[in-house]
């Protein structure tokens, strides 16, 4: 595709129930990044990928934060029995390589009732 | 750990003035400092690096190792520069700390 492409747009959820955030980078980025944007708190690194590995999940914000890349290609961020304290925008980036341009997705924002 | 520091949450300069937005960055290594910025209902775009040493839209910002800073600066404002502006550093140890950005600043630009 032309960029980095998100989806769902947005999400509405209900507290306690598990979500499944999706990401297609750019076609040929070995690098694809999670972030979380939250008002007033910027932006919140969560994980990292270089191809199908994560050489880093220490930036999730909880056991309850999973996310996986298959194919060195889409990858999936979820979130199982979420709270409202999860509502934020989640964005995903990639790269050709781990220090190149990131190129960012639209996002997705998700919102815990 | 790498850490950008972006002092200012909220700049208001009017048309015309010069603007400063503040970075600072905490790094042991050689880092490689970007600026990111999002104007309203658009995606995140990289708006400058400093390996490229490059002038965007009337923007430069020069890495000051020293001081640790890689501050952006325009002599003259316009209003399409209001936008959320992100300072971001990338380490140069294998990417495992990804891209770290700032908490971002607020620019608006009074006409």
């Known amino acids: 595709g032309a960029g980095v492409s998100q989806s769902p747009s947005n999400k509405v959820t209900e507290k306690g129930k598990d979500v499944e955030l999706r990401c297609d980078p750019i076609?040929?980025?070995?690098?694809l990044y999670w972030y979380r944007q939250s008002l007033g708190q910027g932006l919140e690194f969560l994980i990292y990928?270089?191809?199908?590995?994560?050489?880093?999940k220490s930036g999730l914000p909880s056991d309850r934060f999973s996310a996986e890349r298959t194919g060195g290609s889409v990858s999936t961020l979820t979130i199982q029995r979420t709270q409202q304290e999860d509502s934020a925008v989640y964005l995903c980036?990639?790269?050709?390589?781990?220090?190149?341009?990131?190129?960012f997705g639209q996002g997705t924002r998700l919102t815990v009732v | 750990a790498q850490r950008v520091t972006q002092p200012e949450k909220l700049l208001s300069v009017f048309k015309g003035a010069p603007v400063e937005l503040k970075c600072n960055y905490s790094?042991?290594?050689?880092?490689?400092l970007f600026w990111y910025v999002q104007y309203s209902r658009q995606r995140l775009q990289l708006l400058l690096r400093?390996?490229s040493r490059e002038s965007i839209k009337g923007f430069t910002a020069d890495l000051n190792k020293g001081e640790t800073s890689f501050h952006l600066k325009k002599p003259f404002a316009q209003e399409e520069d209001s936008a959320m502006y992100y300072c971001?550093?990338?380490?140069?140890?294998?990417?495992?700390?990804?891209?770290?950005f700032g908490k971002g600043t607020h620019l608006i630009i009074q006409p």
């Open positions: 980036a990639s790269s050709l390589a781990w220090q190149g341009e990131a190129f």
């Open positions: 990928f270089q191809g199908n590995s994560a050489p880093d």
């Open positions: 076609s040929g980025h070995t690098a």
């Open positions: 400093h390996i």
């Open positions: 971001a550093l990338s380490g140069s140890g294998g990417g495992a700390d990804g891209l770290t």
């Open positions: 790094y042991s290594g050689s880092p490689e």
